[in-house]
Nanobody, 116 residues
Framework: QVQLVESGGGLVQPGGSLRLSCAAS????????MGWYRQVPGKQRELVAS???????NYTDSVKGRFTISKDNGKNTVHLRMNSLKPEDTAVYYC??????????WGQGTQVTVSS
C-alpha cells in the first residue's frame, strides 16, 4: 500500500517560513495532481494549493503570494514553501495525490503552528 509521508512542520514565529515536503513510499503511476490541504479543529479540511501533472498551480486566496507549491516529477514528491506565515495559517497540513483514475492518496498530516 502506497504511503505519503509529510515532513517539515513545526513551530514558527509570525513572519517566518517553513517548507513542507511529501514523499510517496513507492511510485504512483498516472498522477493527475498533487496538493496540500489543511485543517483546524472544528472546521472542514480546505485546499491550500495544488499542482497538476503539467505544472498548473492553484492557490487558495489567503495564501497567494506567500506560499509556493512545487513537485519533483521523478520522485513523486511535492513541496510547499510557506513564507510570511501568519497565526491563521496554524493547522494540520495534509498532502494528497490524485491519480487520473480519481483515486486519492492522503498523508498522515503534519502540524504547523505559527505563534510568538
Amino acid at each position: 500500500q502506497v504511503q505519503l509521508v509529510e515532513s517539515g512542520g513545526g513551530l514558527v514565529q509570525p513572519g517566518g517560513s517553513l517548507r513542507l515536503s511529501c514523499a510517496a513510499s513507492e511510485t504512483i503511476f498516472s498522477i493527475y495532481a498533487m496538493g496540500w490541504y489543511r485543517q483546524v479543529p472544528g472546521k472542514q479540511r480546505e485546499l491550500v494549493a495544488s499542482i497538476t501533472s503539467d505544472g498548473t498551480t492553484n492557490y487558495t486566496d489567503s495564501v497567494k503570494g506567500r506560499f509556493t507549491i512545487s513537485k519533483d516529477n521523478g520522485k513523486n514528491t511535492v513541496h510547499l514553501r510557506m513564507n510570511s506565515l501568519k497565526p491563521e495559517d496554524t493547522a494540520v497540513y495534509y498532502c494528497r495525490v490524485t491519480t487520473r483514475g480519481s483515486y486519492n492518496y492522503w498523508g498522515q498530516g503534519t502540524q504547523v503552528t505559527v505563534s510568538s
